[in-house]
């Protein structure tokens, strides 16, 4: 499974962003999708993700701020950011976990900057 994030940029506080993850895999062969965070120094969270019974799980502190959803027709995973806080600072990574496999693929990541 191949997967490239995209639409990582610098923003300021309250402002929005759109990410998006290409996946060369049918969504329809994966069990879960998922948005990670690593700030600097930190360990790699989970922001968001999808099974795939649709079912959403968000981490508490972008509850309310952050969708996650995915288009099946183009093969993507997308996470709408809004309302962004510098805490939200970090390196994104879209992840999937692909039906029988035991662990999350991962893409390169992409960068967002909050600035306050």
């Known amino acids: 499974v191949q997967l490239q994030a995209s639409g990582g940029g610098l923003v300021r506080a309250g402002g929005s962003l759109r990410l998006s993850c290409a996946v060369s895999?049918?969504?329809?062969?994966?069990?879960?999708m998922a948005w990670y965070r690593q700030a600097p120094g930190r360990q790699r969270d989970l922001v968001a993700s999808i099974r795939s019974g649709r079912t959403t799980t968000y981490a508490d502190s972008v509850k309310g701020r952050f969708t996650i959803s995915r288009d099946s027709a183009n093969g993507t995973l997308c996470l709408q950011m809004n309302s962004l806080k510098p805490e939200d600072t970090g390196v994104y990574y879209c992840?999937?976990?692909?039906?029988?496999?035991?662990?999350?693929?991962w893409g390169q990541g992409t960068l967002v900057t909050v600035s306050s």
């Open positions: 992840g999937v976990v692909p039906t029988g496999a035991s662990r999350y693929y």
């Open positions: 895999a049918s969504i329809f062969s994966l069990d879960a």
